[in-house]
């Protein structure tokens, strides 16, 4: 390790350790104050607005005018930090709230989707990572246009870039404005205007360098928040401080009947089995190794071997949230139907009507805070004052990890931590998301397309009112049209994956593979997939000649294999890469560092070399 | 590139086929044995449900750092300060 590594690592390790402390401490006040009469949504505000002005001081602390820091953090951050905030940034909210939601729906997928992400940081780690770090690119867009040569590559994959980020944005706010708004007891435009300002604050200031140490101090706050309840279940019930070895013995505890479904949004894996799991699960990891977002954060570290151990660190972290989301789902299951199968329908706990009142609970097929429409609708099924089956509950996936402490009967503190922990899993999600768009705009299509000589400071200008511009955009979108766009949360990642992961991967993997094959194959396989994707959504079936039937949250199988096909097709059938594009390949695979060569010019191939001479 | 350079990316590329193809035989192998190993319990859980979702994220995190020290070993040995 370099002694300027070890430097700042221990710096950011200060930095991390203050944080974790200070908040650890503000919240044994809070319920310090909470045992002296402070009112429960009193004790939430006051963690989740002391949590959120943290996190604006460390954002506005990360501030720069380098471009270097601007766009790649200075290349100076450690790798432990590195992945904390990476695995966090990239699970986000569907990965978390939504995956826990997605194990208490009982879906098939949820085995399939965790291990997809486990899968994709581990392919990340060993295909991707320190190439892409040794490349000194900060996109994926200016990855391939230095691999390729020309602006076309870069130019597409900037706006392909653009597109697949804008509506997970636009969903991730709008849910994370929802979770503000009942934390803090906002109106949802205000909520959804607070989020902006986070994210804004998160990134508009340091950029890249703002994004990577904001998303620590995140993953501190959203660590916190799922393990501390997860481990004081599993003590209070088990014995066992480690949720993630305990939840067996809940769902042992469990009755086998089912519970109305409801439909989550966060990660609506609901219905989807049979021979799509293989190809979610698959889906799922090509994604998160080719995500944008996620592989521009192997940029920020040191050196190749840093990247490498930072992508480790990545599937670390995330193994342990991903391994956490079956047991708070397993935890809540079993006190729901502790505390309310066989229970009176005109005594249920207080938790059931507010969150009834949001939409998130329905007792024998209506709102409870209805009293009187779903007490006749109980009095119709199960009799006046009869006992409530499973079947007369429903409650939203959505909803499972934000009232975890309300359904297994928590201290209130610990919902803080809860509300806490999620928001700052969506801020981080909504911030990676947001900077990776802007840097399409400023940095790929603006600074690699369209004006390359243009100075530093105006392409940090640039990104900057793309940031602004951006993040208004889908902070109006998530005041106007809710989480509507999650709805879409599915699909993006079969989509991106076909589109970058095959030409991303043989870009370092095979020297042979020149510019016209890597534009062939990335227009073939997001081709396929979203005419697939198109096909099976308007049409309800999915079009012949598609080989097994699977959900169009899958279909990266069918564009990532044609996409491997036709790449490597179409390379061979143009010519070997002009020596220019080799010099590239073997600086990629070097280690060490160095400068970094020229990219090939537009006229790559040494048939196209041949013919232009 | 000379030869120790080609000796070094043979040797990286064996690595990272090898790790990949060690992951990906272990999940197939639990899927393929998810059935009858489901017949015992583990900490409260099916067995090969158990080693599914709670063992096979596990090993991929020892097979990514043993894969990460072992690469750095390859580059150390032929002269890379790179880690």
């Known amino acids: ?613 | 590139m000379d030869e120790s350079e080609r000796r070094r990316w043979r040797k990286s590329a064996l690595l990272a086929g090898a790790t990949l193809a060690g992951a990906l035989a272990l999940a197939l192998a639990l899927t393929v044995l998810r059935a009858p190993l489901d017949r015992s319990t583990f900490l409260g859980l099916p067995l090969g449900f158990a080693l599914a979702a709670i063992g096979l994220p596990l090993a991929w995190v020892a097979i990514a750092f043993r894969f990460a020290r072992r690469q750095g070993e390859i580059d150390r040995s032929h002269s890379h300060s790179g880690d």
């Open chain 1, 1 to 613: 390790m370099a002694p300027s590594e070890q430097g700042a690592g221990r710096h950011v390790g200060r930095v991390l350790a203050l944080f974790s402390a200070a908040f650890a401490l503000v919240v044994l006040v809070v319920a310090i104050l909470g045992q002296m009469g402070l009112p429960d949504r009193a004790i939430i505000a006051l963690v989740v607005a002391l949590v959120g002005l943290a996190l604006v001081v460390v954002g506005f602390s990360g501030r720069t005018l380098a471009e270097d820091e601007f766009f790649l953090g200075g290349r100076a951050i450690p790798v432990r930090f590195n992945g904390l905030g990476s695995a966090v940034s990239s699970l986000s909210l569907p990965g978390i709230a939504g995956l826990t939601g997605a194990w208490y729906d009982g879906a098939d997928g949820a085995l399939a989707a965790t291990l997809g992400y486990a899968g994709g940081f581990l392919l990340l780690t060993v295909l991707v990572a320190p190439y892409f770090q040794k490349s000194g690119a900060a996109t994926l867009a200016e990855f391939l246009g230095l691999r390729f040569g020309g602006r076309a590559i870069r130019a597409t994959a900037a706006v392909l870039t653009l597109l697949f980020a804008l509506p997970p944005l636009a969903g991730t706010m709008a849910a994370t404005a929802g979770l503000a708004a009942a934390a803090l007891s906002l109106a949802p435009a205000t909520a959804a205007v607070a989020v902006a300002a986070m994210v804004l604050a998160s990134s508009l200031f340091g950029g890249m360098r703002a994004v990577v140490l904001v998303a620590g101090a995140e993953a501190v706050v959203l660590l916190f928040g799922l393990f501390i309840p997860g481990a004081a279940i599993s003590v209070r019930e088990y014995g066992i401080p480690l949720p993630q070895f305990a939840y067996g013995y809940a769902l042992a505890a469990t009755g086998a009947e089912a519970s109305e479904a409801m439909a989550g949004h966060l990660l609506p894996l609901h219905g989807i089995g049979g021979a799509s799991l293989f190809a979610l699960g698959a889906t799922f990891a090509l994604a998160t190794a080719s995500l944008p977002s996620l592989v521009a954060r192997s940029a920020v570290t040191f050196t190749a071997g840093g990247a490498r151990l930072a992508g480790a660190w990545t599937l670390a972290v995330a193994a342990a949230i991903l391994l956490t989301a079956p047991a708070l789902a397993a935890f809540a299951r079993y006190a729901i139907w502790r505390d309310l199968v066989d229970a009176d329908a005109d005594s249920l706990p207080s938790w059931v009507f507010a969150y009834g009142r949001q939409g998130l609970v329905r007792i024998c097929g209506f709102d409870p805070s209805n009293i009187d429409a779903f007490r006749a609708a109980c009095a119709a099924t199960i009799g006046p004052g009869g006992a409530l089956r499973a079947g007369d509950i429903g409650l939203s996936p959505d909803a499972i990890v934000p009232a975890f402490a309300d359904i297994t009967d928590l201290p209130v503190v610990m919902s803080a931590l809860i509300a806490a922990g999620v928001l700052a899993a969506g801020l981080a999600g909504a911030t990676a998301l947001a900077f990776t768009a802007a840097t399409s705009l400023g940095h790929d299509l603006y600074g690699g397309v369209l004006a390359p000589k243009a100075l530093p400071g105006r392409r940090i200008i640039l990104t900057r009112l793309a940031l602004a511009a951006i993040v208004t955009g889908a902070a109006w979108s998530a005041g106007r049209f809710g989480t509507a766009a999650l709805d879409f949360g599915l699909i993006v990642p079969a989509l991106s994956a076909s589109a970058f992961a095959p030409i991303l991967f043989l870009a370092i993997w095979w020297r042979r593979l020149n510019r016209a094959g890597a534009i062939a194959g990335l227009a073939s396989g997001l081709g396929i997939t979203a005419y697939y994707v198109a096909a099976t959504m308007f049409r309800g079936s999915p079009p012949a000649g598609f080989p097994g039937d699977v959900s169009p949250a899958a279909a990266a199988v069918y564009g990532v294999r044609l996409g491997l096909l036709v790449t490597a097709g179409v390379s061979l059938a143009t010519g070997a890469p002009g020596a220019a594009a080799e010099r590239i390949v073997d600086f990629l695979r070097r280690p060490g560092r160095e400068s970094r060569p020229v990219p090939p010019p537009p006229a790559q191939s040494t048939t196209e070399s041949a013919r232009h001479a």
